[in-house]
């Protein structure tokens, strides 16, 4: 809500475009030069009629066909002068723009790899993506070709001003005294318009909803036989569309007539005086036809000034988020003495890494987002090096903070967790990174080959490193099956492979360096049987000789664990290995016997459909 | 262009409107520096008034007179400018709206299968921005093309009436400034495109990284994705600079062509009002409406390569519109059900020649419950889908003894309720989803399908409630919810005579999916149900099951009957017992 507030804000606000200027301060020379650019191009605008104005009444009127040629000459080469200039204005703006945009997004995305999974938590991705992509276009398109247009649009007024108040002040006054209601109109135009589209917008995006709705619920619609429904509500929003529309229309449609019929009056009165004056003689033909020139020159600086006035406040909320993003506080910092040792994320200092045993501890950890609103409450955990913790409890229990507590994606706000006996907080995160391996619950894929999604976890993997890391995990075999193998696209996210084949890929890039923590959060969806049995083997594989943290969901995993913890809304509840917690028939006996079944019920109808596979 | 007049259907007279003010407008434009030549050479000058004779002899030398002309034209102008803008936005929002809504219903009313195979995103490309290119053409371009030919027309015409020989020096560069931009624009586009291909790679990268932050920070590859947006990053930034520097080129140039062209003007003119061919004021007349001509020229070119780019949007619209929709045929009715199904050598097979169900035979009286055990792939989906006739078989299904095929399927699909297992819940509160079969259910019978559903108390843990929005801009509710939330919202509705499970508990713990059964059975007695499950505890509860596998039938009976037969039924049951 406060945030739609702000957008409907059509007030120019300075101290935001203070803020952006003083990030943008890199470009000032470039904006001096696009300014000296647009000044020339102004002085030139206004010198041709004066040039027309010099022809007709030195050649025109005494009708003196000698030295007309000077004058040819001379046009020429304004007009060789003036193309250059256009050339190199629109390159340069061009050049201001695509660099500021650059930047931003450059600035953005690197402070979105800094900020911490609370920022993440609370912000949907097609927000950051939109602060990243489109507020910075629109930012950079206003700024670049908003100053183009300022410079231009008053250097203009300025000159002409000037050229007409030297010739004739008197004729000067009279072509200049509607200017002042044209642009006063011409600003509230632009403001009615700019809420109007403004409410169009917004209604667009309500019918891509509505179509996305329609689309992608289309079977469910079916089904439920919502078809008439809504088509109704449909109709509602598109009616309202137009409705929207064409009053938008009507502020654009009626905004120009009413301009040009105030430029109109301009014109008339100077043509009107102008008359007068020559047929007294205080006037030459010449200097009325320049008047009449200016005249309707003026014209476009006084609109387009009022429309750049517009764009900036339209900008202005652009603006506003993408510096707030850009100076979004971050959670997780290191301490000097820990960059001075490791190093950042840009210059790691590998030479002063330890070498990582693999020992995790916990101590007294708690953890929450509103202070008293415990996720996590007094943890105490210790994993030796090799061990296999099991986190078994609802969604929402806390198994994942654990995890993530661990990797360090966030950081106890009670207690300490060590590494090897060390305060992991004293290490870099980098370091701890570089040691974990890490696979989803919905495995995520990069767009590329699967030889480069494999070697995302060891950049320097040579090929037999990535085919070896295949194996381990069951992939090698469906991978070659593939027609082009490793080098085969994975799509956007890895869309066109099948979930099984992208869990598999992400155990590969997972274990390929040799990780001495692994962290598995176990998928709960199905898949078919091959690949589940084959993912199964894997995680055997894997597990082995590594200290590991699994969210499972799985029996064999679960029973193959070292330590069990049942974990209830933050708590540890039971913990031990299998046998123990079987005696106790608590909570873990229960859970235990259910997905008995369930997969046993699984495993026989798999296994049914595959033995009459085989026989027929 | 015969399908931008058929869809201009309806508003041509709007259009013909549109039209006719733009060429009021146009005439009282070029009227205007008429005017002013007449100024200059017969009221302050003494030259004949020529065609004008007529102001002279009416208002005689009087500069008033053409004050209030000029006003009075300008005024004119400036009406027929306003009525323009309205008639041609009316006429294309009129038309868009039309269009938008004629998809939307194609889009609902197209087959299942269709909804099965097509990738949604292009769909929704196609629906909006597609739209937008043809309401844009409609109401923008359009009417600027015929203002810009008839401007060019006119101008010309009224040049001509000037001084013949002056008119062929100020259109000398019209066809070379007109061929010019329509060649730079058509070539221009493949830049476009290029700069736009660009930009959605960079967009991938960033949405990529986004959503796969923890690989990221799970494998400290915070550098190198800062690099990979770097190269992505730059590589738009060069695209889009490259586009510049080209159209750079193009307007420097052109705005060269156009000076040069009001330059012969203003010499030859000059030079042919001092040998006495031309007066002042005629000359001044040539240069005003060489600017008023040159502009648009340049604008045609771009103009005439936007035409393409409609033509590829309507091809692509006109592509879904094309598509077969499902239709009422005569000899379906709309029969009472009372809940018996029959299936008899039911077969069914995909397009691609894949048969899925073969020979199917079973019976259901009414109020029965038919429970279906069977594996992925093994078609019981499809089995439960023919119901609703969301595809179609060969041999028989009978509802009360009628041919399903002769039943009106939306008839059939509003007595049968069909839960799927991954439900789609609409952008909507969860009160409205709940509700969605129609508007008009009262809060109790939301909150009882809830309480039924139990889902009633998550609901009220949400942050809003039952008012709660579901999806990207409210809260995102786990496989389980959803399943209750889809079943909520079928059985609200006490009409139904047969209700459908696709597997629709799977995400649900045994617990939960008990008591909702339990809830169910006391709520509607006398429904005919079909259960599809994994578990054999909710199996066993129906009077018949069926055991599926590849398309076929390898068990029927009932519980007992079935525990009495070596099979894989009572492996499960066995395996069950073993257990508890």
Known sequence: MEEKNKEMKLKYDKNIWKEMFLYLKGFKKDFYRLCAFMISLAVLDVTFPLLTQYAIDHFVVPRDLEGLWRVAVAYFGMTLLMGGIVFFFIRLAGKIETSIVYKMRKDAFEKLQKLSFSYYDKNAVGWMIARTTSDTTKISETLAWGVVDLVWGLAMMLFISIVMLIVNWKLALVTLITVPLLAVISVLFEKKMLVAYRNVRKINSKITGLFNDGIVGAKTTKTLVREELNRDEFGLVTHDMKRTSIRAALFSAGYLPVALFISALGMVLTLYFGSIFILNTSITYGTLVLFITYARQFFDPVLELARIYTEMISAQAAAERVMSLINEQEEIVESSAVLQKYGDHYTQRIENWEKIQGNVTFNHVGFYYKEGEYILKDFNLDVKKGQTVALVGETGSGKSTIVNLACRFYEPTEGEILIDGKEYRSRSQSWLHANIGYVLQAPHLFSGTIKENIRYGKLDATDSEIVEAAKTVNAHDFIMKLEKGYDTEVGEGGGLLSTGEKQLISFARAIISKPALFFLDEATSSIDTETEAKIQQAIDRVLKNRTSFIVAHRLSTIRNADVILVIDKGVIIESGNHAELMALKGHYYELYTTQFVEEGEMDLLNQNTQTSLQSA | ?580
């Open chain 2, 1 to 580: 262009m015969k399908n931008v007049i058929k869809y201009m259907k309806g508003y041509r007279l709007v259009f013909g409107l549109a039209i006719l003010s733009i060429v009021a407008a146009t005439v009282m434009q070029l009227a205007t520096p008429i005017l002013i030549q007449y100024t200059i050479d017969s009221i302050i000058g003494t030259e004949p008034a020529g065609d004008l004779q007529f102001l002279m002899d009416r208002f005689g030398r009087n500069i008033m007179s053409i004050v209030g002309l000029v006003l009075g034209i300008a005024l004119i102008r400036a009406v027929f400018l306003f009525l323009k803008g309205y008639f041609s936005s009316y006429a294309a929002e009129n038309i868009a709206q039309n269009l938008r809504d004629k998809l939307y219903k194609q889009i609902q009313y197209m087959s299942y299968e269709y909804h099965t195979k097509r990738e949604t995103g292009d769909l929704i490309q196609r629906c909006t921005s597609d739209v937008e290119t043809i309401r844009r053409f409609l109401g923008v371009q359009i009417v600027d093309l015929g203002r810009i030919l008839l401007m060019v027309t006119l101008s010309v015409i009224i040049m001509v009436r000037m001084s013949p020989k002056l008119t062929v020096y100020a259109v000398l560069m019209i066809p070379v400034l007109f061929a010019f931009s329509f060649i730079f624009f058509t070539k221009v586009q493949k830049n476009f495109k290029k700069a736009d291909e660009a930009e959605a790679q960079m967009t991938t990268v960033i949405q990529e990284n986004l959503s796969g932050v923890r690989v990221v920070r799970a494998f400290g590859r915070e550098k190198y994705e800062i690099d990979k947006f770097e190269t992505v990053n730059h590589g738009y930034k060069e695209k889009v600079y490259k586009l510049i520097e080209i159209l750079a080129g193009f307007w420097s140039s052109s705005d060269f062509l156009t000076l040069v062209q009001s330059g012969i003007v203003l010499v030859v003119g000059a030079r042919m009002v001092i040998t006495g061919e031309i007066t002042i004021g005629i000359l001044v007349a040539f240069i005003t409406y060489e600017s008023m001509l040159l502009w648009p020229v340049k604008q045609l070119g771009r103009l005439l390569s936007e035409f393409g780019k409609t033509t590829v949007s309507i091809n692509r619209i006109e592509e879904i519109l094309s598509e077969p929709i499902e239709q009422v045929m005569p000899y379906e009715t709309r029969p009472e059900i009372k809940g018996e199904i029959i299936f008899e050598h039911v077969n069914f097979s995909y397009p691609d020649g894949k048969q899925v169900l073969k020979d199917i035979n079973f019976k259901i009286e009414p109020g029965e419950t038919l429970g279906i055990l069977g594996s992925t792939g093994s078609g019981k989906s499809t089995l439960v889908h023919l119901l609703q006739r969301l595809y179609e078989y060969e041999g028989t299904i009978k509802i009360d003894g009628q041919e399903l095929k002769t039943i009106e399927k939306q008839w059939t699909r509003q007595k049968i309720g069909l839960v799927l297992q991954e439900p789609y819940l609409y952008a909507k509160t969860v009160k409205q989803n709940i509700g969605i079969l129609r508007n008009d259910f009262e809060e109790a019978e939301i909150y009882e399908a809830a309480k039924t559903a139990s889902i009633h108390d998550n609901i009220l843990t949400f942050r809003d409630g039952y008012e709660t929005v579901i999806g990207e801009k409210g809260v995102s509710l786990s496989g389980g919810q959803k399943q209750r939330v889809a079943i909520s919202r079928t059985i609200i509705d006490s009409d139904k005579r047969i209700l459908v499970f696709d597997d629709s508990l799977s995400a649900v713990d045994t617990e939960t999916d008990m008591k909702i059964r339990k809830a169910l059975k006391k709520r509607s007695k006398d429904v005919t149900t079909l259960i599809i499950s994994h578990r054999i505890s909710t199996l066993a509860e129906a009077d018949t099951i069926i055991v599926l596998d590849q398309g076929r039938i390898i068990q029927k009976g009932s519980h007992e009957a079935l525990l009495e037969e070596e099979g894989l039924y009572k492996r499960i049951w066995d395996l069950q017992k073993m257990v508890v």
